[in-house]
Structure formats: C-alpha cells, structure tokens
C-alpha cells in the first residue's frame, strides 16, 4: 500500500512538471512579410486580420487583434485570426 502511494505521487509529480514545461513553449505567431501598413499604429493581414502595434519598455514588440477596425476602413475580425503576433 505504501509502495502504491510513493508510486502516484511521483507520477503526478512528472505529469505536472511535463505539464508545466508544455505550457512554457508556446510561440506568438509572427508578423508575416507582406502586410498592409496604416500608418505606424496598424497593420493588416493579407487575410484580412487587422493589429495594432503594443510595445512596452523593456518588452519585446507586438500586435494585437482589433476586433472592430471601423476606425481604419477595414472589416471585422474572423475565427481564423491570431489574438496576438510577434514583431
């Protein structure tokens, strides 16, 4: 019995820690080549997904989905459109 304990506990110990690496790998989307400038705030896709542009100090640029992009002449966002994308 006791040897069944030490045994779940060292497994959920590992799948934890596997979970956790996992979740430390993810990578943004980058900014592809082609994309239409608005300015220096804006970009859009060629898809049709519409960023603005997000730089704190000390952090890396990025670009983050408009929902809405009325305000630059363009459509909405769709389902196939990244939340963020690295610059």
């Not at 603005?52 to 459109?81: D, F, M, T």
């Amino acid at each position: 019995m006791q040897l069944l304990k030490i045994g779940l506990v060292l497994a959920s110990v590992a799948l934890t820690a596997k979970g956790a690496a996992a979740l430390g790998t993810h990578v943004e989307p980058k900014v592809p080549a082609n994309v239409e400038r608005t300015g220096t705030q804006w970009i859009t896709t060629p898809d049709g997904c519409s960023y603005s542009r997000a730089k704190a100090p000390g952090y890396a640029e990025q670009w983050i989905l408009i929902i809405n992009p009325h305000h630059i002449g363009k459509p909405n966002a769709h389902v196939n459109c990244a939340p963020a994308l690295r610059g």
